[in-house]
């Protein structure tokens, strides 16, 4: 190995000095390139089991450690209203088997110091060699014995509720989710999203099916890399896998997906965004098997995948647009996929589109210059070359070959490819896989600050929205009748919550809330009494993180950093919350309040109400056109990063004493999380003395 990389070190080196006339360095001629040297990997030990599990062996002495990779050579399957079951059943592997609870299981791996990870398409696991007997024990058990429980799904249900949750307000994984819809379509495997509702529906029949059907040793590849020789690892592999009983696995044929006819702009709404995330993408027909690859990467590279490619030096450096801007084209053995991505401030929204496809139009039109596509070609060498310093590189190296039938040199010459790359290869494969007039340009931000801009690159059609999951979004100008006003929405919101004769009957309400945020458990407890008083308190099992409390007259509050009065915008603040029902006296308090139109949120028309303070506050406020009942309240707060939004929806309302209160409310913004009402009580005779901080 540390050969390998020193001829590479020496190709490298040797292109920064120029030829010698005598002593001295003449600058003025371009040095000559060495020949691209031949990567002497060899023939990698491997052998197949009767069962069909293929296993490759890649030795590495310098630690006495011994890892086992395992890779499942499997099409997707499409999994409908039950979108995660494969995910899901991955991670279920490590939960126990028939011979050990998870428990048990957990306990084994780290009394030998081990690790031991799995996946929907394989499994990973490594130990010190001389634990690897008893490691090897466990990786079978797992795979040949794995027994899923409800428990356990229910667990791991509910772990992957909470980070959907937060991915909820995620713009990069709202660009993510819909991206792939947009490119693949739902009819593709790759176009599925999981969402809380196909959480839902996913059941321990569904994950076992998928674990039954899939996990064969006749469709997988075993790695085995580390301090060991194929004639230690042949009678250890024959040993612990020779019991797993090889299946009929399904193959998967899906029709391949087109890109857009002409340019397409489609716009994900996340109201009060201060940044957009920008991705310029479409699918592509790229085989990892097609003599395409390396050109194509060279001709990305240049593009986009790298601190001096042209969309970083253009929209970072030269326009300080972005903290960076990369773009990818990924080769698959279904469909791969093209994208060129920013996240830039609203205001440049435009102006980065416009660089993005100036950048793609000018690699189709203009050839690389040489010099540039000779610093290319020097990167990808070196990043090659560091690769090959990981011995399960070598190993995924012989997985490929035989999984995707490439030459057996494939590898050995890769450096010698590479090499041979010209400007003339890198501008066909940019007339080849670079379509700006075939991409969706996906944009994820604030709908207000982006329409508009967006317009002139939709070619005369019409902008498409979406919402967080690649559902679309009609955008029909909705005209509000006449007789409606801010008064009218108001009066339906108190009529809808109980009407004003049974919310007057409320002298003071008791709300308890339970919360997770990043996998802490708190308990938010509210007080209100009549007709000014309020009281706040958040706690983290025994520990109080923060109280605030106003007694019609002062604000305090208090926390880790100690106790302190509240003045100005926080003390308006708490005055504000200290109103029971404020919405029925937003009048008399001097609130101003502005009909803003009818928009769509989460699927429902609702009356958009600006509304500023007294005290110049501003806030919008949503009221389901249905109902009368309000679903969004949208605020601004100042950080330390500056101004951001906080959105807090009401998903659920819960009636007491003839009154509905928000019961189920999912914010996102300066803090996301979901609270759900533990309980709510009301005119229990709070006493005075709650509304105090000694």
């Not at 081990?114 to 696991?125: D, E, K, R």
């Not at 098997?289 to 194509?296: G, P, R």
Request: glycine share 6%; net charge neutral; aromatic share 8%.
């Amino acid at each position: 190995m540390k050969k390998i990389v020193l001829s590479l070190f020496i190709l490298l080196t040797a292109s920064v000095y120029a030829q010698k006339k005598g002593n001295e360095l003449d600058r003025s001629k371009r040095p000559v390139p060495a020949p691209a040297p031949v990567i002497k990997l060899g023939d990698i030990p491997s052998f197949e089991l009767p069962n069909g599990l293929k296993v490759f062996v890649v030795e590495n002495h310098k630690l006495p450690t011994v890892s086992y990779s395992l890779v499942l050579d499997i099409d997707p399957e499409l999994e409908g209203d039950a979108t995660g079951a494969s995910s899901i059943a991955g991670q279920l592997l490590t939960c126990g088997t028939k011979n050990r609870t998870k428990d048990k299981l957990d306990s084994d791996i780290d009394f030998i110091g081990a690790t031991l990870q799995a996946h929907s398409t394989g499994l990973y696991a490594s130990s010190l060699k001389k634990q690897q007997n008893k490691l090897l024990e466990l990786v079978s058990d797992v795979i040949i014995n794995a027994d899923f429980k409800q428990e356990e799904l229910d667990k791991i249900k509910t772990q992957t509720l909470s980070g959907l949750a937060a991915e909820k307000d995620d713009p990069d994984a709202i660009s993510k989710n819909v991206k792939a819809v947009l490119n693949f379509s739902k009819a593709h495997p790759y176009g599925e999203i999981t969402t809380e509702e196909s959480v839902g529906k996913i059941t321990l029949e569904k994950c076992n099916k998928y674990y039954k059907t899939y996990f064969r040793p006749n469709v997988a590849y075993l790695a085995v890399v580390g301090d060991i020789t194929l004639s230690e690892a042949k009678p250890l592999i024959e040993k612990y896998f020779s019991s797993w009983q090889k299946g009929e696995v399904p193959k998967s044929m899906f029709p391949m997906p087109l890109p857009p006819v002409k340019t397409r702009v489609a716009i994900v709404n996340k109201p009060g965004a201060v940044q957009s995330v920008i991705n310029v993408t479409y699918p592509v027909d790229l085989k990892p098997n097609s003599e395409d690859v390396i050109k194509a990467r060279v001709m990305n590279t240049v593009l986009g995948a790298g601190f001096s490619s042209r969309l970083f030096m253009n929209l970072r450096e030269k326009h300080g647009y972005t903290y960076g801007s990369y773009s990818s084209l990924n080769h698959d053995e279904l469909v791969g996929e093209f994208s060129a991505y920013a996240k830039v401030r609203n205001a440049v929204s435009d102006s980065a589109v416009a660089e993005i496809m100036y950048e793609l139009n000018r690699l189709r039109t203009e050839r690389v210059p040489q010099d540039e596509l000779d610093g290319i070609k020097n990167y990808l060498t070196g990043s090659f070359a560091i690769a090959l310093e990981d011995p399960s590189t070598i190993a995924k190296f012989a997985i490929n070959m035989d999984r995707y039938k490439l030459p057996k040199d494939y590898y050995a010459n890769y450096l010698k490819y590479l090499a041979a790359v010209t400007v003339e290869d890198v501008f066909v494969m940019a007339q080849k896989y670079i379509r700006p007039e075939n991409a969706t340009i996906l944009v994820v931000g604030d709908k207000s600050e982006l329409a508009k801009k967006m317009e002139r690159f939709a070619g005369g059609q019409p902008l498409e929205f979406y919402d967080s999951y690649g559902n679309s979004v009609k955008e029909v100008a909705k005209v509000v009748p006449a007789e409606v006003t801010p008064k009218t929405i108001i009066d339906a919101y108190i009529k809808a919550i109980g009407g004003k004769k049974a919310i007057m009957e409320v002298k003071d309400v008791t709300t308890k809330m339970n919360a997770k945020v990043q996998g802490a458990e708190l308990s938010i407890v509210t007080q209100q009494k009549a007709p000014n008083k309020y009281a706040m308190s958040v706690t983290m099992g025994k520990i109080v993180v923060q109280k605030e409390a106003y007694d019609g007259v002062k604000g305090r509050q208090s926390s880790a950093q100690g106790k302190s009065e509240l003045t100005g915008e926080g003390l308006d603040q708490i005055k504000s919350q200290a109103v029971m029902f404020i919405e029925m006296q937003y009048e008399k308090l001097g609130y101003k309040l502005n009909l803003a139109g009818v928009e769509n949120i989460e699927g429902k028309d609702a009356y958009k109400l600006e509304i500023k303070s007294p005290k110049g506050q501003k806030m919008t406020e949503y009221y389901d056109v249905s109902s009368g009942l309000k679903i969004r309240k949208m605020e601004t707060a100042d950080t330390e990063m500056g101004p951001l939004v906080q959105i807090t929806d009401i998903v659920d309302y819960k009636e007491v004493n003839g009154v509905k209160f928000p019961s189920v409310l999912s914010i996102s913004g300066v803090m996301s999380m979901k609270q759900s009402a533990e309980s709510i009580v009301v005119n229990q005779g709070i006493a005075d003395t709650e509304f105090t901080i000694n």
